[in-house]
């Protein structure tokens, strides 16, 4: 019987999580990201793809107190695995990483340590072994799925025993794991970037995930917008420089073209990253004074 044999440039999942992090790079960079539009061509509904992603979502995000359930879990999402075409989804995953591959440096965009790597690997391993006919080592797929449901229920799974206690405060990054976070913040792009406040990171977290639904964060945005603007007037009255006053008047008159055109573009997510950025810098001049 053939081992399984992880592959982190396969794993939907990871395939997921890595382009939600560039998106990132790639905005805190100032560009355009061409992640946004792989993600958008090939994880919709409508793709195997994004099919199969659902189901490393389900797993990744699901929390149960009961193994049984986990089990229950792992056995539905298994089954809904089997319907998928699976000569499409390698079709499909085949021209995605082809595309990676063209936009960006692939060693530095698989390099990142993920902190679910296992549960990751764990979830391809039992996916592969379900949906191939191949046979494969049957130790290695039951341990593959106690690693699921460790997962899960956040606990060490331990036979003829009575079920532990609930590992203390449990990890859940993958709660959010479209999100952007304060974790991977730190992990992706170090201490450069420890300085981003609430503002900045909850954009952040909107805009990936919302990346295929323009309406909700042109919302947001625009709420957004207003808030900044009111908060850029009040402190128009505070300033003494001439030149300043002139330059945050200009910037309170361009906050309505955040929500211009018909989409929300990079751009616009960039300059209301900006303009947090000066409500920040401002702030901290006042409190100097």
């Known amino acids: 019987m053939n081992k399984i044999k992880h592959s982190k440039i396969k794993n939907t999942g990871i395939l997921f999580e890595l382009l939600t992090r560039q998106i990132t790079v790639d905005i805190l960079n100032g560009n ?18 994004g099919k199969e992603y659902k189901l490393y979502e389900f797993l990744l995000k699901s929390s149960y107190k009961s193994e049984n359930k986990a089990n229950s879990l792992i056995d539905a999402v298994i089954s809904a695995r089997q319907k998928l075409h699976n000569s499409v989804l390698r079709r499909e995953k085949y021209n995605l ?15 990142s340590k993920l902190p679910n790597y296992k549960a990751f690997a764990s979830i391809y391993k039992v996916l592969q072994s379900e949906s191939t006919p191949e046979k494969f080592n049957p130790k290695e797929t039951t341990d593959s799925r106690y690693s699921i449901v460790e997962h899960i229920v956040g606990k060490k799974v331990i036979a003829n025993k009575k079920s532990e206690k609930l590992v203390e405060n449990y990890k859940k990054q993958d709660k959010d794991l479209r999100l ?33 639904n323009t309406n909700s964060l042109k919302e947001f945005i625009g709420n957004e917008g207003k808030k900044v603007k009111k908060i850029l007037a009040k402190y128009v009255s505070k300033v003494d ?38 409500i920040k810098e401002i702030r901290s001049v006042i409190k100097r004074v």
Do not use: C, H, P, W
């Open 32 to 49: 355009n990201s061409g992640a946004v539009v792989l993600l958008k061509k090939y994880f919709s509904e409508k793709t195997e793809l």
């Open 97 to 111: 990483i082809k595309e990676i591959k063209e936009k960006y440096d692939v060693t530095e965009f698989f390099k």
């Open 180 to 212: 952007l976070s304060y974790k991977i913040l730190v992990d992706k792009f170090n201490s450069k970037y420890k300085s981003l406040n609430v503002s900045q990171k909850n954009l952040l977290k909107e805009y990936i995930n919302n990346i295929s």
């Open 241 to 278: 420089d001439k030149i300043t006053k002139i330059k945050l008047n200009e910037a309170v008159n361009q906050v309505d073209t955040l929500t211009k055109g018909r989409f929300i573009k990079d751009k616009q997510v960039i300059s209301l990253m900006r303009y947090y950025e000066l």
